[in-house]
């Protein structure tokens, strides 16, 4: 595993702050390139102004599958948080929400209850009804995955395309009335639906010709600097 920091300085006029200088203490992440959910984290903290150390997991070479990464998570998937007392945080989204605590501004989870559960509702509409049939498409076509998801069913990657496209269709409807997924305001629903658009390319998916707003959105998001966490 590759050790290194993540060091995330793309907000303009934004210094990075780092665990250590910040009185954070030592804490390391466990980052994967290769892998969809720790993107979101990265982005999630590019988004946010903060640099901690961090080691690469080689998913190619198996090194989620090693006596030493289970150790850390015995599901064997990226990312997890190492606090400096032992505390080990695994989900991307868990590990956003400990930063999002330690560093409320600016906020990604949503201000005050009404607004807190909005984008609450729709970063869980994005999981479930479209990051997770697009990781299925993958997981079950791509030949990268041969040896990780076993068996691979292509019936379930066929059925879970049309709505890949169904959601992709709703969601333009969605977005004809507002900028971002939940509101007016950059959210982490915003980051999972972006993480998830890209994955489609990977997974051979295609976005809807007429998904005009999805597209409008998307170029928005893509442009931020925290897109090429």
């Given amino acids: 595993m590759l050790t290194g920091t993540l060091t995330i300085d793309f907000l303009a006029g934004k210094e990075p702050k780092c665990c250590n200088g910040a009185g954070w203490g030592e804490m390391k992440l466990y980052d994967s390139r290769m892998a969809p959910n720790p993107r979101r984290t990265r982005i999630f903290l590019a988004e946010k102004g903060i640099a901690i150390p961090t080691e690469q997991v080689d998913i190619a070479t198996m090194q989620h599958k090693t006596p ?85 069913v292509q019936a379930w990657a066929d059925a879970n395309r049309p709505r890949v496209t169904w959601f992709l269709e709703w969601m333009d409807r969605e977005l004809a009335t507002r900028e971002f997924i939940a509101g007016e305001r950059y959210t982490v629903a915003d980051i999972t639906m972006q993480v998830a658009v890209d994955f ?27 897109a090429k966490a």
């Fill in 68 to 152: 030493d990464y289970a150790a850390i998570n015995p599901l064997q998937r990226m990312p997890a948080l190492v606090l400096d007392d032992g505390t080990i945080i695994t989900e991307s989204i868990a590990i956003c929400r400990y930063f999002e605590m330690l560093q409320p501004e600016p906020p990604l989870f949503g201000v005050g209850p009404k607004d807190v559960a909005i984008v609450e509702m729709w970063n869980r509409r994005a999981e479930i009804n479209f990051f997770a049939n697009v990781a299925a498409v993958f997981r079950h076509t791509h030949p990268a995955m041969k040896d990780l998801e076993v068996p691979q």
């Fill in 200 to 226: 489609m390319k990977p997974a051979r998916l295609t976005m809807p010709e007429n998904a005009a707003n999805v597209k409008r959105w998307h170029a928005a998001v893509s442009a931020r600097p925290s």
